[in-house]
């Protein structure tokens, strides 16, 4: 079958995959990831012995599996640290002097840069203030910060004396923040005292201060000073101290020798409905996973690379920008603010004057891009070798412009689908696969990926079914924070011994994969199941929306019913026949039983921090229902505006 893109021979030919295949011995990915899920601690041992992962003290056992797949250890008797692999490997070699971090403000003649001895300079003086408050292994520190060249350091300072990072989304108001707070136990929190939104300055320790009126746990605020800001920051003696005045001395600290599987990163992931999900990375889960396995080896990052994902701390796109390059030896670039502000072209402008060579995308700020037309076309973004695009699945249109556009129809887009339960990849690009639209090459290595029906039987190709791990692997979430009983319940009991991800895929008759949406928002239309993703791909192709969300809702005669909120395009706002011509779109694109109950025009659609669209909170407020766990959201407002919209007159 033709495929969209094929991949160049000397693509293939160079690629960290290749290079892969001819170390492990093997004729192709497919032999590969056979032998990689029938032994997963093969692959592991393949992936460190490539990559060069560093251990203080070498593992007695790659994998224990003595208390079933759940519980599984990784490395067990090895001790190492996320900064001994990402930073301390670099000391004595060429790296050490060359760029590390390159960051530029909301205002964009503010830029700072850092090499690999200054950043870990800086990184060594935080940790040292740490650690003279009073905070060591196995304390949770909280990061509620915006992007800066401190949220970096705080990153690997907090892990540097084996505390746990606590990343929290840098829009959070005090509510989510509390809640994270309280349910991790955190002692301290680092932050700083502002930053630039749009052109105006926007606080952030005086958001944190109404948090910790109710969050016992916190002992220790430090501040770092987001200069020009010009705003008031209160600070309070004894608990509050300045980044400056705890972080002038220690560069040199040494790192903490860690055991390889004692928790890293605690990093809060939405629940359907009761409390965040604290989801729980070891010091070598990580590593072993999406920066090694997934991003380097699959993904095609080499040291030559800048990296550039316009992301928030918050997100796990935050970890992986700390440490990808860092681990590579390659550079970051970290952008203050929004992609569209101060101007509509500042995304592709970065691209252009820092010259770009990784560009990491969800297909959100693609489409959130595409509204200003072909103004990309309007800059350089030649510097680019490689995409890759994470977050949510892709429809069709974005696709295709983002490939045309951004990609100039020749480099490929290394899309990937895991989440923060996973720690990495479960669905991954490669450079040496060919592409379709939205598509992913191949399952990630040896995380047991399967698409099964409701007994757990793999499905035929070309139907859909739910996507499962049938083992354990070293990158996913060990256990759930103070909550194993949930983590068996959320992963483990609806098909006993298999974890279950909550989406649907499907493998295509061209030899791809494919996500079509969370399984809990599958739409049930005439007896046949369709993945809200295929339905919003007809209504923005379009032309006339932005973006959708399609969601079904209970219906007395049909069983359930579609509804549709759109955000239309500029000009077409106001639209009085706009609702039905997409109606109409739907019908003929899907047929006569596809035709939505309603369709509502929204300003926007309530995401997630990572930019996922919550379908079923927009279930929940059409229906009228309590919509749950919302501290996830970015732009909770969305919420009084649809509730709004919902009582006008149809």
């Given at each position: ?6 991949p160049p ?20 990915y ?28 070498a593992?007695?056992r ?8 759940p ?23 060429a ?18 840069r850092l ?14 203030g740490?650690?003279k408050?009073?905070?060591g ?6 990061i ?8 970096f ?11 746990i ?31 630039w939104?749009?052109g ?7 958001v ?10 916190v ?48 990093l ?9 999900k604290g989801?729980?990375?070891?010091h070598i ?8 396995r ?11 690379d ?5 992301s928030d701390?918050?997100?796990m ?6 440490c990808?390059?860092s ?15 101060p101007?509509t072209g500042?995304?592709w ?25 072909e103004?990309v ?46 720690g990495g ?21 040896g ?5 099964v029906?409701?007994?757990g ?6 139907e ?35 974890w ?6 499907m ?24 993945g ?7 209504l923005t ?11 079904s ?13 759109c955000?239309p395009?500029a000009?077409?706002?106001e ?11 739907l ?9 939505p ?8 659609l ?26 996830a ?5 969305t ?12």
């Amino acid at each position: 079958m033709a495929h969209f893109w094929t991949p160049p021979a000397e693509l293939v030919e160079r690629s960290n995959l290749s290079a892969f295949l001819r170390a492990t011995g093997q004729p192709d990915y497919d032999a590969l990831a056979a032998k990689a899920d029938a032994d997963p601690a093969w692959l592991v041992e393949e992936v460190f012995k490539f990559c060069d992962v560093r251990f203080y003290h070498a593992f007695d056992r790659v994998l224990d599996r003595a208390r079933g797949e759940p519980w599984a250890r990784w490395c067990v008797g090895g001790t190492t640290n996320i900064v001994l692999n990402c930073i301390d490997r670099h000391r004595g070699t060429a790296v050490w002097d060359k760029p590390f971090l390159i960051w530029e403000g909301e205002d964009r003649h503010e830029q700072r840069r850092l090499s690999y001895a200054e950043f870990a300079a800086d990184v060594g003086r935080l940790a040292s203030g740490l650690r003279k408050l009073g905070i060591g292994k196995g304390d949770v520190v909280a990061i509620y910060m915006p992007n800066l060249p401190e949220t970096f350091v705080a990153f690997f300072a907090i892990l540097k004396i084996g505390a746990i990072v606590m990343p929290l989304f840098s829009g959070f108001g005090p509510d989510p923040i509390r809640s994270r707070l309280n349910h991790g136990e955190a002692k301290a929190v680092i932050t700083a005292n502002g930053t630039w939104r749009r052109g105006v300055p926007a606080p952030l320790k005086s958001v944190l201060d109404e948090a910790l009126e109710t969050a016992p746990s916190v002992q220790h605020v430090v501040v770092a000073d987001r200069g020009g800001l010009g705003i008031d920051t209160p600070m309070r003696p004894g608990r509050d101290h300045r980044w400056d005045e705890i972080a002038r001395e220690g560069a040199d600290l040494p790192t903490a020798e860690m055991d390889a599987e004692d928790p890293a990163v605690l990093l809060y992931t939405s629940g359907t409905t009761g409390e965040p999900k604290g989801c729980v990375w070891t010091h070598i889960s990580f590593i072993g996973s999406m920066v090694t396995r997934d991003m380097i080896i699959c993904g095609d990052f080499k040291p030559t690379d800048l990296f550039f994902f316009f992301s928030d701390m918050g997100w796990m796109v935050g970890a992986m920008c700390a440490c990808i390059p860092s681990f590579a030896g390659g550079r970051l670039l970290v952008a203050e603010g929004t992609p569209d502000y101060p101007d509509t072209g500042r995304f592709w402008r970065l691209i252009e004057e820092h010259k770009v060579t990784y560009l990491g995308v969800s297909p959100t700020i693609v489409r959130g891009m595409m509204r200003y037309g072909e103004e990309v076309d309007r800059y350089d973004v030649s510097s680019l070798r490689m995409t890759a695009s994470g977050g949510e699945a892709w429809t069709d249109m974005p696709w295709r412009w983002f490939f045309e556009h951004v990609c100039k129809s020749k480099i490929p887009i290394i899309n990937i689908s895991g989440g923060t339960e996973v720690g990495g990849c479960i669905f991954t690009g490669t450079p040496n696969h060919p592409m379709n639209p939205c598509s992913f090459s191949r399952p990630a290595l040896g995380v047991g990926a399967d698409i099964v029906d409701v007994a757990g039987n793999r499905v035929p190709d070309g139907e859909v079914g739910e996507l499962v791990l049938r083992h354990a692997s070293i990158g996913l979430t060990k256990s759930l924070w103070r909550a194993d009983q949930r983590y068996l319940e959320s992963y483990w009991n609806t098909i006993p011994g298999i974890w279950v991800h909550g989406d649907f895929a499907m493998r295509g008759k061209d030899g791809l994969y494919y996500i079509l949406g969370r399984s809990d928002d599958t739409i049930k239309i005439s007896g046949k199941r369709v993945g809200p993703a295929e339905l919003e791909g007809v209504l923005t192709a379009t032309g006339k929306v932005a973006e959708a969300a399609v969601f079904s809702i209970p219906h007395q005669v049909k069983g359930s019913a579609i509804v549709c909120a759109c955000v239309p395009i500029a000009g077409l706002q106001e639209s009085s026949t706009l609702p039905e011509e997409l109606s109409q779109a739907l019908v003929h694109g899907m047929g006569a039983s596809y035709r939505p109950e309603r369709v509502l025009l929204v300003d926007d659609l309530p995401r997630t921090r990572n930019m996922k669209i919550m379908r079923r909170v927009l279930r929940a407020v059409f229906e009228g229902k309590d919509p749950g766990d919302l501290s996830a959201l970015a732009n909770p407002e969305t919420i009084t505006d649809i509730r709004l919209r919902l009582q006008a007159p149809v």
